[in-house]
């Protein structure tokens, strides 16, 4: 866990930018006491901010878009997870991964108008 000051330190950022960025919503840190704490998730994604907004030039509006989506990835994935480990990790079989593309459509065109199979 990061204090305020070395999470500034550590991304290159004044504590201006890091104020906003909490009231923005885009970082959460833990309070503690009279101060913030930041994990290492917190750092890697002050760190991601910094890239949208410098060198990518990503506006504010931007930005929000970006981390709304990529929460939303997160999100799906842990809840992926947790319906895989309720299936106690079971493959399909053969015969289900084919009723699953049946149902889905069968067959895609790819390329020069060759069907296969999706």
Known sequence: MFDATELCRQVGIQQAALDAWIEAG???PERA???WRF???DLVRAQFILDLSGPMG????G???ILG???QIHGLRRALLGV???MGGEKASPRTR????QASGGTQRRGRGRHVEA
């Not at 084919?98 to 593309?101: D, L, P, S, T």
């Open 69 to 71: 989506l990529l929460d």
């Open 33 to 35: 006491r009279n101060d």
């Open 26 to 28: 885009w970082l959460r």
């Open 98 to 101: 084919q009723a699953g593309r």
């Open 58 to 61: 990503v506006n504010d509006e």
């Open 63 to 65: 930005v929000d878009v």
């Open 84 to 86: 895989t480990s309720t």
């Open 39 to 41: 994990s290492t998730i």
